[in-house]
């Protein structure tokens, strides 16, 4: 069904601005609480501006009080219901997303598998772990915790092992997947030995041997992506996983364009001009000109080398502020070894970057 846009367009003005004038009155009388949304529904302001409420998703009825999420680039259309105080949540025309074969609409909300919540955004996709990534710490009672997958559950389950050896043999027969521990010659060395007639200290802190894992890589070759390490170096000596954002390179940039004449590379392009970051309809507050990993004309790819973390501080049209780790890229490297596009379990852990530092930029 075609819509005539000039005609359509003032027709969505006045609906909306009587719509206003009929449900919107001040001051705005909100409950005490923002209400429980379901995982991965923003929280976003209705339409009046007042209160927050759980963002309406693709294909499911909206108005001006149960607005799209405008996070996920959804607009509510007014003309595709007779009644005119109602709509559908329709997404932006966007680029649509292949995974394994199954095309995906931007916007659209699937599940691959039991353990992935995933959603199209203008072809790339975002992907929420339904299973809680926990860590077990090695510790006295447990010296070799590991994962078991249990028959008729999706996410795998901690057992606890006395001796290597039991781990190996149940994980063969069994086939269960294991956790790797972190470099070590014993896994309950990550607990200094207090010495004789010395009491031990009250913090976990006081007596951790402190391990990190290197960044992973970007979980997206180009756009808003994410990066993760595991580490115990908090309060409690417990590993955890800690997350940062990452862009490798704006899509569609068109760094070809860029390479010198003779070469085959642009290695590690600046931005020309200052840019905010977008996170989910979240902007930056500061400009940043931030380097990028060009991309190269013959079979090689071009990703980070040597990157800085630094905390960014993002606003939402909501108001709300928070801040987010993210990784400024420093140097970049171009190799053979490249990463699938558009692949949401990007894997490779034969790749890693190398002198990473937290910084306060």
């Known amino acids: 069904m075609s819509v005539d846009t000039a005609t359509t367009f003032p027709l969505l003005l006045l609906i909306i601005s009587s719509t206003v004038a009929q449900h919107c009155t001040l001051p705005c009388a909100c409950p005490a609480g923002p209400p ?4 991965g529904t923003s929280l976003v302001l209705d339409g009046c501006g007042c209160c927050k409420v759980c963002a309406r998703q693709l294909g499911e009825p909206c108005s001006l009080l149960e607005p799209c999420d405008h996070h996920k680039e959804l607009y509510c259309d007014y003309t595709l219901l007779s009644d005119t105080e109602t709509g559908i949540c329709m997404a932006q025309e966007g680029q649509t997303c292949d995974l394994g074969g199954v095309i995906y609409r931007s916007g659209e909300y699937f599940q691959p598998s039991c353990k992935h919540h995933c959603v199209c955004m203008n072809g790339e996709i975002g992907c929420v772990p339904m299973c809680a990534p926990d860590v077990r710490l090695p510790s006295p009672d447990c010296p070799y915790p590991r994962r078991i997958h249990i028959p008729g559950k999706c996410c795998e389950e901690w057992v606890c092992d006395q001796t290597p ?8 027969m069994a086939g269960a997947s294991q956790i790797h ?8 060395s990550v607990f200094r030995q207090a010495p004789p007639h010395v009491p031990l200290a009250e913090s976990p802190r006081e007596n951790c041997i402190v391990q990190t894992t290197e960044w992973s890589e970007c979980s997206a070759t180009c756009d808003m992506a994410v990066s993760s390490r595991i580490t115990n170096d908090n309060q409690r000596c417990q590993l955890e996983r800690q997350t940062r954002m990452c862009m490798v ?11 010198r004449k003779g070469k ?6 600046k931005a020309q001009q200052g840019m905010r970051f977008e996170l989910s309809g979240c902007y930056s507050t500061r400009l940043y000109k931030p380097k990028f990993c060009g991309v190269c004309t013959d079979s090689r790819c071009c990703t980070p080398h040597t990157t800085v973390t630094v905390q960014v501080e993002f606003r939402c049209p909501e108001g709300d502020v928070f801040m987010k780790k993210m990784m400024f890229i420093k140097t970049c490297s171009c190799h053979h070894d490249c990463p699938q596009d558009n692949d949401i379990f990007l894997a490779s852990n034969t790749r890693r970057m190398i002198g990473d ?5």
């Open 36 to 39: 429980p949304c379901p995982l």
């Open 165 to 172: 050896q039991e781990e190996h043999y149940e994980s063969v």
């Open 181 to 188: 521990p972190l470099p070590s010659s014993n896994p309950a």
């Open 249 to 259: 390179r704006p899509c569609n940039s068109q760094q070809e364009k860029e390479i």
């Open 264 to 269: 085959k590379c642009v290695r590690t392009p």
């Open 357 to 361: 530092y937290d910084s306060n930029m």
